[in-house]
């Protein structure tokens, strides 16, 4: 039987390394860290080996497509596609970050919705039958979608909104943004909140909850362990599994969107 393999983006600290170091002990298979910065990527797996177990490398930045369609080939030809795809690597500007937010929008939109959808664009077609591919979204998502206007709130929530709808909807935020115009045109004041919108919609995803990482802080509630419980329960759903299913999960239970 051919091996198995779980692919995991941002791997290399928080909540990614998290969901590989379980991953590592609960999938049947080869377990893939992936980071864009290899040295990075390599300390984290010698980190991980340290602890016994042996989670493979491989260089994959989500915000360069030569990136991804390189990996993209990579587990084509040697796996002959992905079992399982966990969607992690993300990023969050600051409370106290002094960029303005048509910076903030833009860079932010950039990895977590436009990256992400490039992804998927290139690893879809690689998933295996049976297959499936796990979101890490956040709960901010929902709570953005609340704050924006009835009529924006009526096409997300829209059970015919269509990817290109889609695509367009986040573009508009951006630039919006960019010329000081998206509470005007119904936005909320979050680029964090509105590109996992975004990203819930688009796929799979689920919310790790509040965790301590590099991104949020050590205020938080839960430890990286404990964040990568949901997103490793998704990704380690028995074959022929049908639910969950184009829903936003956390603490292991399908929330309402």
Not at 36 to 64: C, T, W, Y
Not at 165 to 184: C, I, R, S
Not at 236 to 243: C, D, F, H, N
Request: aromatic letters at 8%; hydrophobic letters at 40%.
């Amino acid at each position: 039987m051919a091996t198995k393999v779980v692919i995991v983006t941002g791997g290399n600290k928080g909540i990614g390394l998290a969901i590989v170091r379980a991953l590592c002990k609960q999938f049947q298979g080869d377990v893939y860290l992936t980071a864009r910065d290899v040295g990075r990527g390599e300390e984290a797996v010698k980190s991980l080996s340290s602890e016994g177990l042996k989670p493979m490398f491989h260089q994959l930045d989500i915000n360069d497509v030569n990136s991804i369609t390189t990996a993209a080939a990579f587990f084509k030809q040697k796996y002959g596609g992905v079992d399982v795809l966990v969607s992690n690597a993300g990023i969050l500007f600051k409370m106290a970050d002094t960029a303005p937010f048509a910076v903030q929008a833009e860079v932010t939109l950039k990895t977590n919705f436009f990256a992400t959808r490039d992804m998927l664009t290139h690893f879809l077609p690689l998933i295996k039958a049976g297959g499936r591919v796990v979101n890490v979204s956040s709960l901010g998502g929902s709570t953005a979608l609340n704050k924006c206007s009835p009529a924006l709130q009526e096409r997300f929530r829209s059970e015919d909104i269509t990817e290109e709808e889609l695509v367009g909807l986040m573009e508009q935020f951006v630039e919006k943004a960019k010329k000081g115009e998206h509470k005007d045109a119904g936005w909320p004041e979050t680029a964090y909140g509105v590109s996992k919108t975004g990203l819930t919609i688009l796929c799979n995803a689920c919310c790790p909850g509040w965790v301590r990482t590099d991104m949020t802080g050590q205020e938080a509630t839960k430890s990286p362990d404990e964040g990568a419980i949901t997103p490793v329960y998704l990704a380690l759903l028995p074959a022929g599994a049908t639910e969950p299913h184009g829903k936003f999960v956390s603490d292991k239970e399908v929330q309402p969107w």
